[in-house]
């Protein structure tokens, strides 16, 4: 329940975000809240947005311990695990100056979640896969942090996203027009993706890397998107919000890796096939539901609602979270239906044939080890800080 209190400043907001496109600074006599309370993730925002926000400040989402939706599939972890946070650390500290972000990236402990992720991977497939995995999350976070240039303007946006996918092409050899001085222009991150570039360009051929960047550049693209509506303070119908979020959630190029991490060359009539389009979908959808939930907290207290818990309270027409806990777990299980739905199907296709068998078996195994490395970290790491909302029955309690 809501005080009187809070439900003056709701209705505040709402006439704000009703009668201007960006919002008036609070008062100090119409925030009922002390200096230390006030929620600091009101601050920039607009529009649809605002209202949505101060609709969800101090509520709580109760979500069921959603290990029970996937108790079959596996979880391990790589024998290298601790080899890799050292490389972690060494990869962060080449590319982030400041010590306060470097400090919290740290603290995310990728290497854990990698090691969940790869659990079979040999040390130089490894090393590759996490130069990948530490310059996406830190290339995303400054567009979605909220406290860089590049997430405050859309131009400099515009012109990172540009910058970073001409890079990318050129350090996959894609690109004919490359010359000896492209390297003075790398942004400080993606020198990371340099080293990705170096061990793809030995291991993969053309239409590998082609895939790895036409989904590297779909992703590119969702978080402009994404990154418009949080500026423009709009919120999308979830249909909408599912095609934008499959992209920008930055899972597909993940999957992209799969067969170079397995040291495997599935034929492109495989690759290619509804069946493992379906599977591809299914993986991108699950981890995107789970990222979604888990870092719901961290992003509202961020200052951005574009998260699926948002855009359901919003279009769901009920505007209760109890209600969004529940079509979540629908969502999920659904979704984990139609994985298995597809794996069966791909197993079928390729039963005559025992080696290519076994590899997409060990393709689909891969991309369970993916979602359960998403969801174990999800709760471990601090950077979403799921341990304070967790319950003895291993349901969640978080408080937005």
Request: with cysteine.
């Amino acid at each position: 329940m809501s005080s009187i209190p809070q439900l003056i400043e709701k209705l505040r907001v709402k006439l704000l975000s009703t009668l201007f496109p960006c919002p008036l600074p609070r008062t100090k006599e119409s925030d009922p809240r002390g200096p230390c309370e006030k929620n600091s993730a009101q601050q920039g925002l607009c529009g649809e947005a605002l209202l949505l926000a101060s609709q969800l400040h101090g509520e709580t989402l109760r979500l069921p311990n959603v290990w029970k939706v996937f108790s079959e599939w596996p979880l391990a972890a790589n024998r290298h695990a601790k080899r890799l946070e050292s490389l972690v650390d060494t990869l962060l500290e080449r590319i982030i100056t400041n010590e306060r972000k470097l400090k919290a990236l740290k603290q995310a402990d990728f290497a854990r979640l990698i090691s969940l992720w790869y659990p079979d991977a040999e040390w130089p497939e490894l090393e590759i896969a996490t130069a990948y995995s530490v310059w996406i999350f830190v290339w995303d976070d400054e567009v979605d942090a909220g406290d860089t240039d590049v997430s405050n303007d859309e131009a400099l946006a515009r012109a990172y996203y540009q910058t970073s996918l001409s890079t990318v092409r050129r350090l996959l050899d894609l690109d004919c027009s490359k010359t000896d001085n492209d390297d003075r222009a790398l942004l400080t991150n993606m020198a990371l993706f340099s080293d990705v570039g170096c061990g793809m360009r030995a291991a993969t051929d053309r239409i590998q890397r082609e895939r790895f960047f036409r989904e590297l550049e779909n992703f590119m693209v969702q978080v402009g998107v994404e990154h418009g509506h949080r500026m423009r303070g709009t919120i999308p119908t979830l249909d909408k919000y599912m095609v934008i979020r499959s992209g920008s959630v930055g899972c597909a190029p993940q999957i992209a890796l799969t067969d170079y991490m397995l040291k495997v060359r599935l034929p492109e009539s495989i690759m290619e096939c509804a069946a493992m389009k379906a599977l591809w979908k299914e993986t991108v959808i699950i981890c995107l539901i789970l990222n979604d939930i888990y870092s719901v907290q961290k992003e509202i207290a961020q200052g951005s609602l574009f998260n699926i818990v948002p855009v359901m309270f919003k279009n769901s027409g009920k505007q209760s979270l109890d209600a969004v806990s529940h079509d979540v777990e629908v969502a999920l299980r659904e979704s984990v239906r139609r994985f298995e739905e597809a794996a069966t199907s791909l197993g079928e296709t390729t039963s005559d044939d025992a080696k290519l068998s076994k590899e997409v078996q060990s393709f689909v195994n891969w991309c369970r080890h993916f979602i359960t490395g998403v969801l174990q970290w999800s709760l471990e790491s601090r950077r979403y800080g799921m341990a304070e909302c967790l319950q003895e029955d291993g349901s969640l309690n978080i408080v937005l």
